[in-house]
């Protein structure tokens, strides 16, 4: 990887052998391997040692997980709150296991759709809840870094499954609880939007 950056460094015009430059292909080869460490987790030490049966029926809510991510049309951050929540039926998974659970997707080359997708489906494999959602809301560097902010470089997506599907009142007891309303602009269900990875 460290030849591909100092060519990439090339390539751009700059001199790999400056002295700020030196070291800078060991050091972005360390930062990648960390950011798409994801692809070398596995789900299930991560969370099977986490799962409990228990006699609980309400809505378990984990709001404000922080994520980063990159955005795999350009390499270039996305970042902003995870909220999961689901109805257990009679599993729970430990709420410490959620955020890691979130940062195992979050770091691989990701779309915000499916890294949504992922989470929910995770939670459903592993504890067959009633129900599971998850919203992410997100900033996407590769978009208004590069000024296309008028073209929303904030999304929301969502992914909704079972009872939070199934039922408006649950659902919007969950939307009510992080703060958002599907009437909000932006939300969408987990296909409404994408990147310009086109461009
Ligand atoms: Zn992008």
Same mark, same amino acid.
């Given at each position: 990887m460290q030849d591909v950056i100092r060519k990439l460094?090339?390539? %751009? *015009?700059?001199?790999?052998d400056r002295e700020g430059l030196r070291n800078t292909p060991k050091r972005v080869e360390k930062a990648y391997k960390f950011l798409t460490s994801g692809y070398g987790a596995d789900i299930d030490q991560v969370v099977n040692n986490a799962l409990f049966t228990v006699d609980y029926s309400e809505m378990v809510?984990?709001?404000?997980?922080?994520?980063? $991510?990159?955005?795999e049309h350009h %390499?270039?951050?996305?970042? *902003?709150? !995870? #909220?999961? &929540?689901?109805?257990? @039926?009679?599993?729970?998974?430990?709420? @410490?296991?959620?955020p890691r659970l979130v940062d195992v997707f979050a770091r691989r080359l990701q779309v915000q759709e499916r890294l949504t997708n992922q989470i +929910?489906?995770?939670i459903h494999d592993k504890i067959a809840p009633v129900g599971v +959602?998850?919203? =992410?809301?997100?900033? #996407?560097? !590769?978009m208004s870094?590069? *000024?296309?902010?008028?073209?929303? $470089?904030? +999304?929301?997506? @969502? &992914? =909704?499954? *079972?009872?939070?599907?199934?039922?408006?009142?649950?659902?919007?007891e969950f939307l009510e609880l992080i703060k958002?309303? @599907?009437?909000?602009p932006g939300i969408r269900e987990s296909t409404g939007y994408a990147c310009v990875g086109e461009d």
């Open positions: 460094l090339a390539d %751009l *015009g700059e001199d790999p809510i984990v709001k404000d997980i922080d994520f980063y $991510s990159l955005c %390499l270039l951050p996305f970042f *902003g709150k !995870c #909220h999961v &929540a689901y109805i257990p @039926s009679d599993k729970v998974i430990g709420l @410490s296991k959620v +929910a489906d995770t +959602a998850v919203v =992410m809301e997100a900033t #996407h560097l !590769c870094m590069r *000024g296309v902010e008028k073209q929303n $470089s904030f +999304a929301v997506t @969502s &992914a =909704m499954q *079972g009872a939070f599907r199934n039922n408006a009142r649950t659902r919007m958002l309303r @599907s009437a909000v």
